[in-house]
């Protein structure tokens, strides 16, 4: 249905939406899930969270709704579609929207970490990971290479951010990921339960005296691990001394001489793809 | 020396900043070579481009000055000191620059496809890469992971740019490049010179017949390839089937059911890694 004023209520769930995560108004504070492209978009109808509206162009509409899964999906959940001009959605969202397509969801409740990794192989465990780029890709790493579940440490910025959602291309809305409870010197006490759950705890580190990442995945006699968990920390410090600790082995990808660490979503995909090279 | 006015001619190869890479009065019409921040102004000294002056907040030029290898290059090279005010940068570049440390450089003449791969092992060959970001990632990880040199085929972007330099920590003014010659269409004829100079083509594709990466870089006995030319194509193109017609093998990072293909640098950042890993 048409709507032609950015200041409809039917609209507000777009307003500002550079400034849109703090939403004093919803349950903890936080915004919507916000999902920008007729491929993002699909994963948010496909996924757990609840559409509210789906807003875009006529054409784009038209583009997307020709998809009859998309529109089973909207059909069944009886997902309200507003169409907008692009002057209108610009004057909502508070810049050019190109792409002209955009959903909005609820948020709901985080899953348990038991949940999250239930029947898993391999889970990425992040510390101290601020930036919403690097999270959104290594999420997106993740789900090409075969990660079957993201854990939270402590210091992560908000997965559900609107720009992780992007930079993911959605992965964060179809992947499972959970928060391991803590605070930044308690949260490891969560890995001994992983261990206990038959996970090998990996910790990928620069350290030169750490072992050769693919040495790192296998078993003395050559066999793949059977349940692996990654630990990747941020760019510059990367993991906390007191997580490397908790975890079975320490593993580098070699740097030539001279050069820096890799971005921590690169070196997590290298990891990744070793780690499904040992399966194969 | 204190630079006071955003209008002093000395200033002005830092003069608005972002839109400094088209200048017709200089050679090519290209912008200069901009290096921001210490360690890839660093870089820039160390480098083959001759720097014309360096421009920064007074407790930052002192901070890079203190270390004695800097101040010795800038000396030897006889290159001026702008000492300015942040607001005096601000107003200068455009934006607020808040790292407060720049350098320009003059562009040199382009490197022979002869010299920059003399010697190497392992290079990289890049087609239609015309992202800025995607070729600075790609520079970063080549580096890191012990790639020789880049070559350019056909519709990349320029290399030289003040975001590449940026995104590749300043790598791309240490490893060599060069462009193959020729258009869309015949710069693939290059590629039987590296050939018969003892290099094995491989293309990296998400094609699922391809064979496995691992395999692909390796001979028949399993010693790895002696000198390996790995060509990597755009995100979403990928590489002319032309261009991959004249490789070797085809080769591709496997992928999880209903995931998209990787970011060209990180795709290019595993099969680096791999590469790396068969000579150990």
């Given at each position: 249905m048409p709507v032609t004023s950015a200041d409809d209520p039917r609209l507000r769930d777009y307003r500002d939406l550079n400034h849109s995560d703090n939403r004093?108004?919803?349950p903890g504070g936080k915004g919507l899930v916000i999902a920008e492209?007729?491929?993002?978009?699909?994963r948010l109808l496909a996924s757990r969270f609840p559409v509210r509206s789906i807003v875009g162009f006529g054409n784009r509409l038209d583009e997307f709704l020709a998809d009859p899964e998309m529109t089973r999906m909207v059909a069944a959940a009886d997902i309200p579609v507003y169409e907008v001009e692009r002057r209108t959605l610009a004057e909502t969202v508070g810049f050019d929207m190109h792409r002209g397509l955009l959903a909005a969801a609820d948020r709901v409740p985080g899953m348990s970490v038991g949940a999250a990794i239930e029947g898993a192989r391999t889970i990425a465990v992040l510390e101290g990971v601020g930036d919403h780029e690097n999270i959104g890709s290594l999420f997106r790493n993740a789900a090409g290479l075969g990660v079957d579940a993201v854990l939270f440490g402590a210091g992560c910025a908000d997965p559900l951010y609107r720009r992780v959602v992007r930079v993911s291309m959605g992965h964060v809305l179809r992947t499972p990921f959970a928060h391991l409870p803590g605070t930044p010197t308690t949260w490891q006490r969560g890995l001994a339960d992983l261990r206990a759950d038959?996970?090998?705890l990996l910790s990928l580190t620069p350290d030169p005296r750490a072992v050769h990442l693919a040495d790192a995945v296998t078993r003395p006699d050559g066999a793949p691990v059977d349940r692996l968990a990654l630990l990747v920390g941020a760019e510059g410090p990367g993991l906390s001394e007191h997580a490397m600790r908790a975890t079975d082995v320490r593993?580098?990808?070699p740097m030539a001489p001279g050069t820096d660490s890799l971005n921590l979503a690169t070196a997590a995909a290298v990891a990744f793809y070793e780690r499904q090279r040992s399966l194969r």
């Open positions: 004093p108004d919803l492209g007729p491929l993002v978009v699909g038959g996970f090998t593993a580098r990808i």
